[in-house]
Protein backbone atom coordinates (compact mmCIF):
# COMPACT_ATOMS: atom_id res chain seq x y z
CA UNK A 1 0.00 0.00 0.00
CA UNK A 2 1.53 3.20 -0.95
CA UNK A 3 2.37 5.32 1.85
CA UNK A 4 -0.32 8.20 2.65
CA UNK A 5 1.81 11.76 2.38
CA UNK A 6 1.05 14.35 5.12
CA UNK A 7 -1.84 17.28 3.72
CA UNK A 8 -0.36 20.10 1.93
CA UNK A 9 2.40 18.24 0.88
CA UNK A 10 2.00 19.20 -3.07
CA UNK A 11 1.48 22.50 -1.76
CA UNK A 12 5.14 22.16 0.08
CA UNK A 13 6.90 20.65 -2.95
CA UNK A 14 5.05 23.25 -5.50
CA UNK A 15 6.52 26.10 -3.34
CA UNK A 16 9.73 24.70 -3.17
CA UNK A 17 9.72 24.51 -7.02
CA UNK A 18 8.39 27.75 -7.98
CA UNK A 19 11.23 29.06 -5.35
CA UNK A 20 14.27 26.98 -7.04
CA UNK A 21 13.17 28.36 -10.86
CA UNK A 22 11.92 32.27 -9.75
CA UNK A 23 13.98 34.90 -10.83
CA UNK A 24 13.07 38.34 -12.03
CA UNK A 25 13.10 37.39 -15.69
CA UNK A 26 10.29 34.83 -15.10
CA UNK A 27 8.07 37.25 -13.16
CA UNK A 28 8.48 39.84 -14.91
CA UNK A 29 7.51 37.96 -18.18
CA UNK A 30 4.25 36.74 -16.17
CA UNK A 31 3.10 40.25 -15.30
CA UNK A 32 3.95 41.87 -19.03
CA UNK A 33 1.80 38.83 -20.35
CA UNK A 34 -0.85 39.32 -17.43
CA UNK A 35 -0.97 43.28 -18.46
CA UNK A 36 -1.42 42.44 -22.81
CA UNK A 37 -4.69 40.24 -21.41
CA UNK A 38 -7.30 40.93 -24.21
CA UNK A 39 -10.51 39.69 -24.86
CA UNK A 40 -12.68 39.89 -27.84
CA UNK A 41 -15.85 42.24 -29.03
CA UNK A 42 -18.06 42.65 -32.10
CA UNK A 43 -17.59 45.36 -33.83
CA UNK A 44 -18.35 46.25 -37.49
CA UNK A 45 -15.57 46.51 -40.43
CA UNK A 46 -15.56 50.19 -41.19
CA UNK A 47 -14.81 49.53 -45.13
CA UNK A 48 -17.32 46.52 -45.94
CA UNK A 49 -19.53 47.25 -42.26
CA UNK A 50 -19.21 43.09 -41.81
CA UNK A 51 -19.39 42.07 -37.82
CA UNK A 52 -16.54 41.03 -37.03
CA UNK A 53 -14.69 40.45 -33.58
CA UNK A 54 -12.16 42.89 -32.66
CA UNK A 55 -9.79 42.54 -30.03
CA UNK A 56 -10.03 44.66 -27.02
CA UNK A 57 -7.73 44.69 -23.67
CA UNK A 58 -9.61 42.67 -21.12
CA UNK A 59 -9.25 45.47 -17.92
CA UNK A 60 -11.14 43.14 -15.76
CA UNK A 61 -8.82 39.92 -16.55
CA UNK A 62 -5.61 42.14 -16.22
CA UNK A 63 -6.89 43.42 -12.48
CA UNK A 64 -7.99 40.22 -11.45
CA UNK A 65 -4.21 38.72 -12.60
CA UNK A 66 -2.47 40.95 -10.98
CA UNK A 67 -4.43 41.03 -7.83
CA UNK A 68 -4.10 37.06 -7.92
CA UNK A 69 -0.45 37.73 -8.43
CA UNK A 70 -0.19 39.73 -5.34
CA UNK A 71 -1.86 38.06 -3.46
CA UNK A 72 0.41 34.86 -4.36
CA UNK A 73 3.70 36.66 -3.36
CA UNK A 74 2.30 38.47 -0.48
CA UNK A 75 -0.32 36.91 0.53
CA UNK A 76 -4.50 37.81 1.11
CA UNK A 77 -5.12 40.94 3.27
CA UNK A 78 -6.43 40.39 6.58
CA UNK A 79 -9.34 41.75 8.14
CA UNK A 80 -11.97 43.99 7.01
CA UNK A 81 -9.73 44.83 3.50
CA UNK A 82 -10.33 41.16 2.58
CA UNK A 83 -10.23 42.32 -1.07
CA UNK A 84 -9.40 45.09 -3.64
CA UNK A 85 -11.57 48.35 -3.77
CA UNK A 86 -11.90 50.70 -6.58
CA UNK A 87 -14.17 53.42 -5.91
CA UNK A 88 -15.74 55.00 -9.05
CA UNK A 89 -17.66 58.25 -8.85
CA UNK A 90 -19.66 59.02 -11.64
CA UNK A 91 -21.28 62.40 -12.30
CA UNK A 92 -24.78 62.09 -14.25
CA UNK A 93 -24.56 64.62 -17.24
CA UNK A 94 -27.98 66.88 -15.94
CA UNK A 95 -25.48 67.46 -12.46
CA UNK A 96 -22.44 69.31 -14.14
CA UNK A 97 -21.94 72.43 -16.21
CA UNK A 98 -20.12 72.12 -20.02
CA UNK A 99 -17.26 73.41 -17.95
CA UNK A 100 -17.00 70.25 -16.18
CA UNK A 101 -18.14 71.61 -12.84
CA UNK A 102 -20.58 69.39 -10.35
CA UNK A 103 -23.81 71.33 -9.63
CA UNK A 104 -25.80 70.64 -6.32
CA UNK A 105 -26.91 67.27 -7.39
CA UNK A 106 -29.57 67.27 -4.14
CA UNK A 107 -31.99 69.73 -5.23
CA UNK A 108 -33.21 67.15 -7.84
CA UNK A 109 -35.89 68.53 -9.76
CA UNK A 110 -37.76 66.16 -11.91
Same mark, same amino acid.
Given at each position: MAEKK?????? $????????ETAN?? @?I %????DKVLAMDTHAWSFCPNCRKQVQAPIPDLKG?? !?GLVQ??? %???? $???? #? !?GGVSIV /? %? @? /? @?? @? #?ATPEGEVVDAGNDQR
Open positions: PKGSAR $KVFQEVINRE @R %QELVRI !ALLE %QAEG $KPEG #D !A /V %Q @R /V @RL @R #D
